[in-house]
């Protein structure tokens, strides 16, 4: 089993910053990507950006490209996610995710509780 918490959400306004971070805990060896995902209010859960563990190739969604970063530190197990010049339509609940195969956003293994982002305009 592998434990996920999410830390790091809060308000901002629209052009701000925030880093996210989920600490693994558990049975970790055998994760093979880790990834962000969010869901806004009466919105379908979707991905937001994804990491490879073993190459640590990354892909983002195109709504965040060249704002959001991901990154890993692999010492403490600790995923982040830099999120730059927010818009109001980011405001959503981040959830951390870790699965042992292709990342796939109906098929990860498990979910952390989430981290609530929210951004006034």
């Known amino acids: 089993q592998v434990q996920l918490e999410e830390s790091g959400g809060g308000s901002v306004q629209a052009g701000g910053s925030l880093r996210l971070s989920c600490t693994a805990s558990g049975s970790t060896y055998g994760m093979v990507c880790m990834g962000w995902f969010r869901q806004a209010p009466g919105k379908e859960r979707e991905e937001v950006a994804t990491?490879?563990?073993?190459?640590?190739?990354?892909y983002y969604a195109d709504s965040v490209k060249g704002r959001f970063t991901i990154s890993r530190d692999a010492a403490k197990n600790t995923l982040y996610l830099q999120m730059n010049s927010l818009k109001p339509e980011a405001t959503a609940m981040y959830y951390c995710?870790?699965?042992?195969?292709?990342?796939?956003?109906?098929?990860?293994?498990?979910w952390g509780k989430g981290t609530l982002v929210t951004i006034s305009s």
């Open positions: 995710a870790a699965r042992g195969a292709v990342c796939s956003l109906r098929a990860m293994d498990y």
């Open positions: 990491i490879y563990i073993g190459g640590s190739s990354t």
